[in-house]
């Protein structure tokens, strides 16, 4: 899942998109908020952190455009400012969630996972295509009974596949939402780590549920992939 962090202080965007990544996010960052904009303008992101206080446009105003513009993108507000109004006007500006500094990074985690999980439909913490079962919340994935370990990335790019269950998605699509904004697209990145996420799940299963169609993308599917695929 890609995020975009709009944070001014530099030390805080550095320690909190340095610990989003480690939790396998891909994490672009923006320190105002006419850059959070065009970012959001150019890129599909999963989940926006705003902080209220930025300069050029503060977290109010770049959230009110972003509702104004029809973005239905989930918007979790981050502000030392902890009055009731403040919050309130957060919120009627179109935030989902709102978080007041200082916070606990493991609270923070909790909140983005509730807000992915929202989404468009509501998501389950555990995702299960045929035998494969992946908890979102501890990251542990497990396929008939045995558990598979991951890397950070090559989870997050089983995570989006799983949520976009029987779907075809393609290399733009991947690339959008499982790296962020430095990823080279002419690089042969997502064909290795499908290739290996592909070895991990389905080696030793007589169904492939990581299946390939030429010409279109990848989709994760408990259907038996057609034939020349």
């Not at 904009?37 to 959230?63: E, R, S, T």
């Not at 104004?68 to 109004?85: H, K």
């Not at 909790?110 to 389950?124: M, S, Y």
Request: charge should be negative; glycine fraction near 6%.
């Amino acid at each position: 899942m890609r995020i975009l962090l709009v944070e001014d202080e530099p030390d805080t965007g550095r320690m909190l998109a340095k610990g989003l990544r480690e939790q396998t996010y891909a994490v672009d960052v923006a320190a105002d908020g006419e850059v959070a904009l065009y970012q959001m303008a150019i890129h599909d992101y999963d989940l926006l952190i705003l902080d209220v206080m930025l300069p050029c446009k503060d977290g109010f105003a770049v959230c009110h455009e972003l509702r104004e513009s029809g973005s239905t993108v989930p918007v979790l507000m981050l502000t030392a400012r902890d009055a009731v109004q403040d919050r309130i006007v957060g919120l009627d500006t179109g935030a989902d969630d709102y978080l007041t500094k200082p916070f606990d990074f493991h609270e923070l985690l909790a909140r983005i996972r509730a807000l992915l999980r929202r989404g468009p439909a509501l998501i389950p913490e555990t995702l299960a295509i045929a035998d494969l079962c992946i908890n979102t919340q501890s990251h542990q994935v497990h396929r008939g009974g045995r558990r598979i370990a991951l890397t950070a990335k090559e989870y997050a790019l089983l995570e989006y596949l799983a949520r976009r269950a029987g779907v075809v998605v393609n290399r733009a699509e991947i690339a959008e939402h499982v790296w962020d904004e430095t990823f080279d697209p002419f690089s042969n990145l997502i064909e290795v780590y499908v290739q290996r996420l592909r070895q991990k799940i389905d080696t030793g299963s007589p169904l492939r549920l990581l299946q390939t169609r030429r010409g279109e993308g990848y989709v994760l599917t408990a259907a038996e992939a057609p034939r020349g695929s």
